[in-house]
């Protein structure tokens, strides 16, 4: 392994091994992105995909936001998206300007032929996706140990939607066809999917990343009975195999984060599904979910991003009623939104809420 820095601010891994702490830590997910003018400038001509293909863009583009929000915030995440799993495995994905993902040809049936194509197909992880692992230790190298690095990948509930349904969905009735009418097929195509996650976030590791994140941002579209079929054994697979899978590579293990939206009915279950971290969503209450973890795991989230748009006092509102829900925040939680920035955030709105975390949860405020 590269020899880096070592870490000046370990404030998110002691909260995550459930120490006692001076002050939440704070980070956003999509902190680094549309929102932020510097982002275009950096991005230039290059479509989106193409950044994540260069690890000095990629890099450039995660240490924006610790360069803007410098001594606000508490972690980078490595920009890249979850879709460079389904281009692994040797799906076309395109982002479109407006639109957002676009697979021309997703799977359409078990007897398409891609589906078994996919299947049968011996991805090599560490091959096809050796851009990330390369930005990811130049990320490292860049950060020189000013806060800890996130890598990612995407669920493989998440990953099969877009999949089948060729983009982003309303109704996601493909998804819902596939595993109403062709469970086992799906089931053996999630399990396929689950295997490279766990591939794919150990050479993350190997190349730097200290902490990882599995996004399941399509959790919402399921039954609470669909989602203990669907969604959680594969969630469950990748928090037992990554660790095993790391310790076959000579490798320490680092905090597992799952971010399942929309799954408030399962957050009991999440809860002893072996991350240390369980990502929460603004539609889940602060303090409830609190009662319902009982100090089994970090909580992490969750301001509604929409709040951003309303101005700092909505804001100092929603943090107030945050960092109460928590508890203070000194122990057991990751401040963080409910979801990613959205494009039409202003800088220096997002810039207030990480002050008034600060401010509220601070050292000087009573827990």
Same mark, same amino acid.
């Given at each position: ?67 803007? $929000? ?60 050796? $851009? ?33 349904? *060729? ?18 097929? !799906? ?75 929309? !799954? ?8 002893? !599904? ?54 203070? *925040? ?32 601070? !050292?000087?405020?009573?827990?």
């Amino acid at each position: 392994m590269t020899d880096f820095h070592p870490l000046k601010n370990d404030l998110l891994l002691r909260t995550v091994r459930g120490e006692r702490v001076e002050r939440p830590p704070i980070w956003v997910m999509r902190q680094a992105g549309r929102y932020l003018p510097e982002y275009h400038q950096a991005k230039g001509d290059n479509d989106f995909f193409a950044c994540c293909r260069n690890p000095e863009i990629a890099s450039t583009l995660t240490l924006q936001p610790v360069d803007r $929000y410098e001594g606000l915030i508490d972690a980078a995440i490595i920009f890249s998206d979850i879709l460079v799993i389904p281009q692994a495995m040797g799906m076309t994905v395109e982002m479109l300007d407006g639109k957002g993902p676009h697979f021309p040809e997703p799977l359409k049936s078990p007897t398409d032929g891609q589906y078994e194509q996919l299947l049968s197909r011996d991805v090599d992880v560490e091959k096809e996706l050796d $851009y990330v692992y390369r930005a990811i230790t130049m990320t490292r190298q860049k950060l020189k140990g000013r806060v800890p690095l996130f890598g990612f990948c995407g669920a493989p509930w998440t990953l099969l939607c877009y999949m089948v349904e *060729g983009g982003g969905s309303k109704m996601f009735v493909q998804s819902k066809t596939w595993i109403y009418k062709y469970p086992e097929e !799906s089931k053996k195509l999630l399990q396929k999917i689950a295997m490279l996650c766990v591939q794919y976030l150990a050479f993350q590791i190997r190349a730097g990343a200290q902490i990882v994140q599995v996004f399941d941002s399509w959790a919402a579209e399921l039954s609470p009975r669909a989602f203990k079929e669907f969604s959680l054994p594969y969630l469950r697979y990748i928090s037992k195999y990554l660790p095993e899978q790391l310790k076959i590579m000579r490798l320490e293990p680092v905090p597992m984060v799952v971010f399942a939206k929309g !799954s408030w009915y399962a957050l009991d279950e999440l809860c002893d !599904s072996g991350y240390q971290v369980i990502g929460l969503d603004w539609l889940q209450d602060p303090g409830e979910a609190v009662r319902i973890a009982k100090g089994r795991v970090a909580l992490q989230g969750n301001m509604d991003p929409g709040v951003l748009y309303g101005g700092r006092a909505a804001i100092t509102g929603a943090v107030e009623e945050m960092v109460q829900g928590f508890g203070g *925040g000194k122990q057991g939680w990751v401040a963080n939104l409910g979801h990613g920035v959205q494009p039409g955030v202003k800088p220096d709105d997002l810039k207030i809420f990480f002050e008034e975390i600060h401010r509220l949860a601070g !050292s000087e405020a009573h827990s």
